[in-house]
C-alpha cells in the first residue's frame, strides 16, 4: 500500500521486561537503531530478580530517549499500563522484551497511520524466528483498509489470529489507547484490550511489511505463565466470547468459529485440571443453543469431545501436528532465508 512520508510526531515505545537479561540488549538495540528518531522508549521492570535491571540501566546510558522504571512483579499488562501512564508521544507501540525490530518498523507504521486522517490503528506483518531450530517464518498482514468492526469479526473467526489480537505488531493513537488499560492478568490481557481498541476505531490500516521478530522460545514472555493456568484461561476468553456471538448480531458471524474454538480449549482444560471445571460444564449449557447452527464436523467433534475427551484430545494432537507440518513445510521452501541474516545487528553505537 502506498503511503506518505511520515511526519516527525512523537512515538512512545513500551518494553515490559521480566527475567530478561538475556534478551533485553538485543531488544533496545534494535529501537535504538530505528530509522525514524522522534521516539520515546519507555522500559518497565516487572519484579526481575536476574540482571535484566543492570542490562538496561547499562545500555539507557547509550541513549538518552530511553526510560526505566521498576515495579514489583505485577505481570506484563500491568507493566504495560505503568509504561502508557507514563506515554507522551502522539502514537504508542509496544515491543516485548524478548523480540525485536527491523530498523524501519517504527517510520513503516507510522508512514502507514498517517496516509489518511481517519486511520486509528496500524498493523504490520512479522516474522516467527524458531532461533533453536535455525529456520524461520514469514507471516505478512492483510493489506488494505478496513473497519475495525471488520478486523474484530477476521480475529474472531480465524484460528490462525495472532497477527490481530496482539499488541506488538501494530501503531496505536495515544488518544484513543489512554481511555483503556490491559487486564492485570497473565494470560491474554492484549487481546482483551486489542478487542475493546477495534471497536473505538474509525478504520484499520494492514499492511505485508515484516518488520516485527517474534522470537519463539520456550523461554518466552507469554509462554512463562504456571502450569495448569493457561488453557482455563484460553477456555473463559473464548467462552466470554461465544456468548457474544450468541446474544450480539454484531458477533453472530463468528458463531461457530467460536464454538469449535471453546470446544477444542475446554476439553485441553480439563486435561489440564484432571477433572471437570465450571466454564466446561458453562459450555454444557451454552451447546443445545447454537447445536442447530453447527456443521456436521462440528456436531461430531462436540459429540466425541463430550462422550470420549481423551479420543478428542489425540484428534486435537493429530490436527496440531498436521498444521506444524505444513508450516514447517512451507519455511522450508522459502529460498535463501537465514535466521541471522533477517535479524537486526546487535550492536549500538553511542549517542
Request: charged share 20%; with cysteine.
Amino acid at each position: 500500500m502506498d503511503t506518505k512520508t511520515p511526519t516527525n510526531s512523537l512515538v512512545s515505545l513500551i518494553i515490559p521486561a521480566y527475567q530478561a537479561e538475556n534478551t533485553i540488549r538485543r531488544c533496545l538495540n534494535s529501537l535504538i537503531a530505528q530509522t525514524y528518531r522522534n521516539i520515546e522508549i519507555l522500559v518497565v521492570d516487572d519484579g526481575s530478580t536476574d540482571g535484566t535491571s543492570k542490562a538496561i540501566a547499562d545500555i539507557s546510558r547509550l541513549d538518552n530517549r530511553i526510560s526505566c522504571f521498576r515495579q514489583g512483579n505485577g505481570g506484563i499488562g500491568s507493566a504495560r499500563n505503568l509504561g502508557l501512564s507514563h506515554a507522551q508521544g502522539r502514537y504508542v507501540g509496544f515491543v516485548d522484551s524478548d523480540d525485536c525490530v527491523s530498523p524501519s518498523y517504527v517510520s513503516t507504521l507510522v508512514s502507514a497511520i498517517e496516509s489518511q486522517e481517519c486511520i486509528d490503528l496500524a498493523i504490520c506483518g512479522y516474522t516467527t524466528v524458531f532461533a533453536d531450530y535455525g529456520f524461520q517464518l514469514i507471516e505478512p498482514s492483510l493489506n488494505g483498509i478496513f473497519s475495525g468492526e471488520e478486523i474484530l469479526l477476521r480475529m474472531l473467526r480465524s484460528y490462525d489470529s495472532c497477527r490481530f489480537l496482539v499488541c506488538w505488531n501494530k501503531l496505536f493513537r495515544r488518544n484513543i489507547l489512554s481511555q483503556m488499560s490491559f487486564p492485570e492478568s497473565s494470560y491474554g490481557e492484549d487481546a482483551l484490550l486489542v478487542e475493546q481498541y477495534y471497536l473505538r476505531c474509525r478504520t484499520v490500516i494492514c499492511i505485508p511489511d515484516t518488520v516485527y521478530y517474534y522470537m519463539h522460545t520456550s523461554q518466552g514472555i507469554t509462554r512463562s505463565s504456571q502450569a495448569g493456568v493457561y488453557y482455563p484461561k484460553d477456555l473463559h476468553m473464548n467462552l466470554s466470547h461465544l456468548r457474544l456471538a450468541i446474544n450480539s448480531t454484531r458477533y453472530a458471524p463468528a458463531l461457530k468459529t467460536l464454538f469449535m474454538r471453546t470446544l477444542d480449549s475446554s476439553v485441553l482444560a480439563q486435561s489440564k485440571n484432571r477433572g471437570e471445571i465450571e466454564d466446561s460444564l458453562a459450555l454444557q449449557n451454552i451447546t443445545p443453543l447454537v447445536y442447530q447452527q453447527l456443521s456436521i464436523y462440528a456436531k461430531i467433534c462436540s459429540k466425541i469431545a463430550s462422550s470420549s475427551p481423551r479420543l478428542y484430545r489425540i484428534w486435537l494432537t493429530i490436527k496440531g501436528r498436521i498444521k506444524k507440518m505444513k508450516k514447517i513445510s512451507y519455511i522450508r521452501r522459502l529460498p535463501g532465508r537465514k535466521v541471522n541474516n533477517a535479524l537486526p545487528s546487535n550492536s549500538a553505537k553511542n549517542r
